[in-house]
Nanobody
Framework: QVQLVESGGGLVQAGGSLRLSCAASGSIFSINAMSWYRQVPGKQREWVATVTSGGSTNYADSVKGRFTISRDSAKNTVYLQMNSLKPEDTAVYYC???????????WGKGTLVTVSS
């Protein structure tokens, strides 16, 4: 199985920046894409960004132009650079690893991002 550990969350002022990291370990050979999701109390988990095994990236409209997803294959790590943060970005951010062949998705435990106004 795949283990994912997020880090880098914390408290930041509106307009500030934060960089999240997701370190993957275990059976990572067949992972097709890595994604970031976020969730706030009372709402469904929201997709934020994805980077594929080929390096292509996609973003939710709410973060496009402000967030950047990237990967370091040598370190088995995916990053989410968050700039121009807004209070509405406050959420628990989760890393997800997808395996298309099996339809399986692995999740980290999340890291809390709090943006104060």
């Amino acid at each position: 199985q795949v283990q994912l550990v997020e880090s880098g969350g914390g408290l930041v002022q509106a307009g500030g920046s934060l960089r999240l990291s997701c370190a993957a370990s275990g059976s990572i050979f067949s992972i097709n894409a890595m994604s970031w999701y976020r969730q706030v109390p009372g709402k469904q988990r929201e997709w934020v960004a994805t980077v594929t095994s080929g390096g292509s990236t996609n973003y939710a409209d709410s973060v496009k132009g402000r967030f950047t997803i990237s990967r370091d294959s040598a370190k088995n790590t995916v990053y989410l650079q968050m700039n121009s943060l807004k209070p509405e970005d406050t959420a628990v951010y989760y890393c997800a690893a997808s395996q298309v062949r099996s339809g399986m998705t692995y999740w980290g435990k999340g890291t809390l991002v709090t943006v104060s106004s």
